[in-house]
Each structure stands twice: as structure tokens, then as C-alpha cells.
């Protein structure tokens, strides 16, 4: 099982940027793809952006292509979220996943570990 822990949310305003952090440990840590979901109030989980350990290939929602960027440092065994342009839409809870199949789905079903998550809060 491997333990995930976030950190980097916050309150911002509207085109201000954050980084998120996912640190991993426990047995396998580091050795499986890692995605980001977030649920805002009253909504399901969605999928964020997510990167395979293999090949370090990213994925990316079509809501968040081209302002967040997802990245990992293998000596830390953390996965970072750059989160740049923040609309108030993208406020929500945002949690990283362990996916140990390595897949780097978009697919919450497919994840086997799941961190506590980070509030993200962004004021118009």
C-alpha cells in the first residue's frame, strides 16, 4: 500500500497560480502512475491530469490542457500539480491517486490508494 500525502492549497484570487504537491511512501511508492482528481461541492470526482512511472507520459483533462502542468521528481517520490490561470471553476477538493497497474487513467476505479486532499479556493 502506498501513502500519499498533499499539500500547496489554498485561498487565491482568479489567475493567480499554485503548486500542489503529492509526496509518496510505503512499499512500491514511487513505482506506479499518479493522478489528480478534484470534487468541487455537490459534484463527483473528476479527472485532473495524471503520469505514468513507466515512460513519465502526462495526461490532461480538457478543462485544464494547457494551464496545468503535471511533473514528478523521482528522488523525493513526489508528483507535483502546477496550476497556472486558476478560474473560480476550479475550486474543489484535489486529491492524488497511486495507480499501480501503471496506467495513467482517467478513471478514478482504476487508482488503488488515495491521499486526504487539499482544498483549492478561487475567488473572482
Known amino acids: 500500500q502506498v501513502e500519499l500525502v498533499e499539500s500547496g492549497g489554498g485561498l487565491v484570487r482568479a489567475g493567480d497560480s499554485l503548486r500542489l504537491s503529492c509526496a509518496a511512501s510505503?512499499?512500491?511508492?514511487?513505482?506506479?502512475?499518479t493522478g489528480w482528481f478534484r470534487q468541487a461541492p455537490g459534484k463527483g470526482r473528476e479527472f485532473v491530469a495524471s503520469?505514468?512511472?513507466?515512460?513519465?507520459?502526462?495526461y490532461y483533462a480538457t478543462s485544464v490542457q494547457g494551464r496545468f502542468a503535471i511533473s514528478r521528481d523521482n528522488v523525493k517520490n513526489t508528483v507535483y500539480l502546477q496550476m497556472n490561470s486558476l478560474r473560480p471553476e476550479d475550486t474543489a477538493v484535489y486529491y492524488c491517486?497511486?495507480?499501480?497497474?501503471?496506467?495513467?487513467?482517467?478513471?478514478?476505479?482504476?487508482?488503488?490508494?488515495w491521499g486526504q486532499g487539499t482544498q483549492v479556493t478561487v475567488s473572482s
Open positions: 510505503g512499499h512500491g511508492a514511487g513505482r506506479h502512475a
Open positions: 491517486a497511486a495507480d499501480s497497474c501503471d496506467s495513467g487513467s482517467d478513471a478514478s476505479a482504476e487508482y488503488d490508494d
Open positions: 503520469i505514468r512511472w513507466s515512460d513519465s507520459r502526462t
